[in-house]
């Protein structure tokens, strides 16, 4: 059974920084990372391929960057320039190439004004 593990979420005033990790058991694929605010429907926030390949919502465009390393069998999502609008638990889904799918288990983000 393969089992993912996340990161590197908390408290980081308007403009700060943060950087969340996913770690996988298993050779992965690709990522998607999410994130869900409060009342609101779990979004997608960015991508990235085996091959490094990346796509970005256009909310976070410019500020997030998501990054791999194959090696240690783990992803990145930097986050600067942090909005109170990014607040969320986020989470990242980890495909393998088994074909199967892992969720992590989430890591709450919090940016104050």
């Known amino acids: 059974q393969v089992h993912v593990v996340e990161s590197g979420g908390g408290l980081v005033q308007a403009g700060g920084s943060l950087r969340l990790s996913c770690a996988a058991s298993?050779?992965?694929?690709?990522i998607k990372w999410y994130r869900q605010a409060p009342g609101k429907e779990r979004e997608l926030v960015s991508s990235?391929?085996?091959?490094?390949?990346?796509n970005y919502a256009d909310s976070v465009k410019g500020r997030f960057t998501t990054s791999r390393d194959n090696a240690k069998n783990t992803g990145y999502l930097q986050m600067n320039s942090l909005k109170p609008d990014d607040t969320g638990v986020y989470y990242c889904?980890?495909?393998?190439?088994?074909?199967?799918?892992?969720w992590g288990q989430g890591t709450q983000v919090t940016v104050s004004s």
């Open positions: 889904n980890v495909y393998l190439f088994s074909g199967a799918s892992v």
């Open positions: 298993g050779n992965i694929f690709s």
């Open positions: 990235i391929t085996r091959g490094g390949s990346t």
